[in-house]
Each structure stands twice: as structure tokens, then as C-alpha cells.
């Protein structure tokens, strides 16, 4: 099949109609607005740790005591009382007990019991952005009136 006598460019096969045809094309760039959401981290206060000395007063209940003698006198024996008449003169003699007493003694002493620490826990939520993007769309309009 023969290709008709024609312009340049009017063949379909012409390499050139292709190069024409973007040349005489009628175009437009397409925008629209996207969401860049980015995060930022802003100080939003201070804590310190301050160890100082406080008193308080305690009261605490304590047991004291002392040793107090009480005579307490109560009959011989029997063999006591043959061993006295077995003998002819009285016994003599001493004899001693020690008496004691409790007394509260204070003192304070200094121990270490407990460590106090601070330490930030991170908390996250979800926050809805919400906004109004604009876009181009395209729309082909035809001229009706043309013939």
C-alpha cells in the first residue's frame, strides 16, 4: 500500500507528526495542596531535686526498771532443824544479792534508706489535624457553537 503524496508531518508514521503534535498540543500543569505535619519539641519546665534537714519530734514508749529487795520469810525445814539442834552453837554469816536498774540510753545514728530519683515518662496522644487543601482539576469545554 502506497502512502498518499502529503504534507510533512500528515503521515502518521512520520517521525516528525509526533514532535508537531506535542508543539501544537494544548496543556496545563495540575497543583494541589498537601499536609507537611512535622513535630517540634519545646521545654516546658524544670525540675530539680533539693535534699535539706527537717526536725521532727518523736515519741516513743520504753520499759525501764531497778531491783527492789522484799524480806520474805518462811519456816525450816526439818532437816534444818535437826541440823541446828545437832550442833551446839548458832551459825554466824553473811550473805549478799546484787540488785539491778534499766535506763533508757539514746542515741541517734545516721543510715541511708532510701534513694529518690527523677525520671520523665513520656506520654503521646493522637491529635486530628484538621485543614482545608485546594487542588486544580481540569475540565474540557467544548465550543458548541462551532459548525
Known amino acids: 500500500m502506497a502512502v498518499q503524496n502529503s504534507a510533512p508531518g500528515q503521515d502518521p508514521r512520520d517521525p516528525q507528526r509526533e514532535e508537531m503534535l506535542d508543539d501544537q498540543a494544548a496543556s496545563v500543569v495540575r497543583h494541589e495542596e498537601r499536609l507537611v505535619i512535622n513535630r517540634q519539641q519545646e521545654e516546658t ?41 545437832d550442833g551446839s552453837e548458832l551459825p554466824v554469816g553473811d550473805d549478799e544479792m546484787i540488785l539491778y536498774r534499766t535506763e533508757a540510753v539514746v542515741q541517734t545514728v545516721r543510715v541511708p534508706y532510701q534513694r529518690v530519683r527523677l525520671v520523665a515518662q513520656r506520654t503521646e496522644r493522637t491529635e486530628v489535624i484538621e485543614d482545608t487543601l485546594r487542588k486544580e482539576r481540569v475540565d474540557i469545554q467544548t465550543d458548541e457553537n462551532r459548525a
Open 45 to 85: 519546665g524544670r525540675l530539680r531535686l533539693r535534699k535539706y534537714v527537717v526536725e521532727e519530734p518523736v515519741r516513743q514508749e520504753v520499759t525501764v526498771g531497778h531491783d527492789e529487795p522484799d524480806v520474805v520469810h518462811t519456816p525450816i525445814t526439818e532437816e534444818e532443824r535437826q541440823a541446828f539442834l
